[in-house]
């Protein structure tokens, strides 16, 4: 009997693992703090949507775990991989940012009767752009916009700042401005020094100012405003853990550099075209993945943005 099953499970099996072939990697911050690092590059069928970095504290009373990741499939390969540092069992998720991945595996932990919390501001903006998410999600990891299992946060606060004590561990959410997306938040241990930055940072890679989304002005204000907090462990919402300078090389510094660059050439009347085709051409953030496919864009986006003014 069991050698007839064995075949068809064997098959199975390996189906399974070449569905997921990726898996995240867990990285210890503090000694309760984690980042989960995804996948730097593009949204696959193997990631499920987790090109982004999230992240979980364990406290007292069980683990906060800090955005849900893309699909139900991606979320599940978060709660894994706490299971890979602790038996406690997931007790809260807060979602800190709007871009799919930070919160559309919500589903998944709701499912389990797990609360899901946010700023009022971060939902009402993952509403305004969730039909954009889906579309985008779905081109990336395959299948219909309409499949997806999207649903919001159980729980949400109002106003600008919420703290809260979960497990003898004081947390502070905060909008600090609009950054990647509107309504984008930031999650702050004070005592461990640690903040969750959700899209606000982008490590390792470059970072993207989305057409119609990401205002480059508000970002490199919203940077300013994280850097105010004096935090020394930083997890970002893109790439790996790292401290301060390190978010300021790959992120500050690139917001600096195109307000100031593409502020010039304005200045200097240089016509759009000719612009891009100038600071395109500059390598100084070319050390960054993606810069490459994003560096002109970016280039484009912040000209018509800042003409606009
Ligand atoms: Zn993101």
């Not at 064995?6 to 569905?19: H, V, W």
């Not at 979960?166 to 997306?181: C, K, N, P, Q, V």
């Amino acid at each position: 009997m069991f050698s007839k099953l064995l075949p068809a499970t064997f098959c199975l099996l390996l189906l399974t693992q070449a569905a997921h072939a990726f898996a995240p990697t867990t990285q210890k911050v503090t000694d309760n703090v984690y980042a989960i690092v995804g996948d730097t590059g593009e949204r696959t069928p193997e990631n499920q949507g987790m090109n982004n970095t999230s992240g979980f504290i364990i406290t007292n009373d069980g683990v906060v775990l800090v955005d849900s990741s893309a699909t139900e499939a991606s979320a599940k390969m978060l709660e894994d991989a706490v299971k890979t540092v602790t038996d406690k069992p997931i007790k809260q998720v807060i979602n800190i940012g709007v871009q799919d991945h930070h919160w559309m595996g919500n589903s998944y932990f709701l499912a389990q009767k797990i609360p899901v919390s946010a700023l009022a501001k971060t939902v009402e903006s993952q509403k305004n752009q969730e039909p954009m998410n889906r579309m985008r999600l779905s081109s990336g990891i395959g299948g219909k916009p309409e499949d997806l299992k999207v649903e919001f946060p159980s729980e949400t606060f109002d106003g600008d700042e919420k703290t809260l004590s979960i497990g003898g561990t004081e947390m502070s959410l905060r909008y600090l401005g609009d950054a990647h997306f509107p309504g984008d938040a930031v999650l702050w241990l004070p005592k461990e020094k640690v903040v969750f930055t959700g899209d606000t940072v982008f490590n390792d890679r470059m970072l993207g100012v989305l057409p119609d989304i990401s205002n480059v002005k508000d970002w490199q204000a919203t940077f300013k405003k994280v850097a105010e907090l004096q935090p020394e462990h930083i997890i970002p919402g893109h790439g790996n853990p790292n401290d301060w300078a390190t978010a300021q090389k790959n992120t500050g510094d690139y917001l600096d550099w195109l307000v100031t660059n593409v502020g010039k050439s304005l200045e200097e009347m240089e016509d759009l075209g000719d612009a891009v085709k100038r600071l395109s051409a500059d390598e100084t953030f070319s050390f960054l993945k993606m810069a490459k496919e994003l560096h002109g864009r970016n280039v484009h986006q912040t000209y018509l943005q800042l003409e606009a003014e």
